[in-house]
């Protein structure tokens, strides 16, 4: 592939696309050994162009881009201009994810949102949200939080069938993606000046999706700063368990009695696990503990811990398929033309974002 002679790698790209890959540099240096006829790349040039200390163009930055598959525009772009690794980053995660996937799943974050944002541009310069920061004191509580928002988007009381669009609608990046890792969930950010951004597991079932992506939407509206993590992950759930099911209209649908068939037709009705329902009945009095613990000893005895009953339809982004299909009306782009502007292979761009995975694969939905 012929390369113009002034574009250069930039070092922190050339690092958060071998890690998006998992990939470790003497993974990478294999990669590119393989590609380049098994003339041997050493470690050490690796490590040294990853450090900025030499530059890489031409011939060598084809070698990258095509060892990594991505372009190399995405390789040399300034990655802080467009808000890549910027701003607090929120999960729904497990205390058993290691560092190495945490570090992968970060640089896939950052690398999806120069993928979306270099996609939209070419549409419209500016993306408008409404995203608001909503603060929890001593007399806002998250649940409060959860109202506010609500509110402020115009939600109708009850169930809310649709949250990927809602959020899509107020202006969010949805991705959902296979993360290669059952310990977690959904990861988030927003940054100063830029649109948020959730990329969710693919890997979940949809009521648990859901819930993650309300968790994020708390943690993302709530927790501007850097603050007690666990007290953040406890208001991020009690955020979206408000947001999901609002005390005022599923008490009534709770009161009615809460036992194994009932719980089966409310997780229909409002597309949250039988599991989340107990917790809410429970946490709006209206099980005593005992009720709760005999509820969760029936559901681990049918094997509903780790399988429930019920399927809630996993939720489908459609922001980046619509991007796609209005550069092909307006700017005449085919897929594989939308793919380059995302810095991605065409295969890869479709399984990402015009085909989302899913799963059914047992989950232990234990968690929170
Ligand atoms: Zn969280």
Redesign the pocket.
């Known amino acids: 592939m012929a390369i113009e002679n002034d574009l250069v790698a930039h070092p922190a790209m050339l690092v958060l696309a071998r890690e998006s890959r998992g990939w470790t540099q003497a993974d990478l240096v294999a990669a590119m050994s393989k590609l380049d006829g098994g003339n041997r790349i050493s470690q050490g040039y690796v490590s040294r162009s990853e450090a900025g200390r030499l530059a890489v163009r031409g011939d060598r930055l084809a070698l990258f881009a095509a060892a990594l598959h991505y372009t190399p525009k995405m390789l040399c772009s300034a990655s802080e201009l467009r808000g890549v690794g910027v701003g607090l980053i929120?999960?729904?995660k497990r205390a058993s994810l290691g560092m190495t996937d945490l570090r992968r799943v970060h640089a896939v974050l950052a690398c999806t949102r120069w993928q979306v944002d270099a996609l939209t541009e070419a549409l419209h310069p500016r993306c408008d949200h409404r995203f608001r920061p909503v603060e929890v004191t001593d007399i806002d509580s998250p649940q409060d939080a959860a109202d506010t928002v609500r509110e402020e988007w115009g939600v109708a009381s009850g169930p809310i069938k649709d949250l990927v669009g809602l959020l899509e609608d107020a202006g969010a990046l949805v991705v959902v993606r296979d993360l290669q890792t059952a310990a977690l969930d959904a990861v988030s950010q927003w940054p100063p000046q830029g649109t948020p951004l959730f990329l969710l597991n693919s890997a979940a079932p949809g009521d648990r999706f859901r819930f993650s992506l309300a968790?994020?939407l708390g943690?993302v509206v709530m927790h501007t700063r850097p603050g007690d993590a666990k007290q953040?992950?406890r208001e991020?759930d009690l955020f979206a368990s408000q947001f999901l099911m609002p005390a005022d209209v599923i008490i009534d649908d709770l009161q009615q009695g809460v036992d194994l068939p009932k719980l089966l037709a409310l997780k229909d009705r409002w597309g949250t696990s039988m599991a989340a329902l107990i917790r809410r009945a429970y946490s709006l009095s209206i099980i005593k503990e005992w009720q709760y613990r005999n509820l969760m000893v029936e559901m681990s005895a049918l094997g509903y811990r780790t399988r429930e009953p019920g399927q809630v339809p996993r939720e489908t982004p459609q922001h980046v398929a619509q991007v796609v299909t209005r550069l092909a009306r307006q700017q005449n782009l085919d897929t594989a033309q939308a793919a380059n502007l995302a810095g991605l292979d065409p295969e890869e761009f479709h399984e990402i974002y015009l085909c989302v995975p899913s799963s059914d694969a047992p989950w232990d939905s234990a968690h929170p």
Do not use: F, I, W
């Open positions: 929120h999960h729904r968790h994020e943690h953040q992950e991020a």
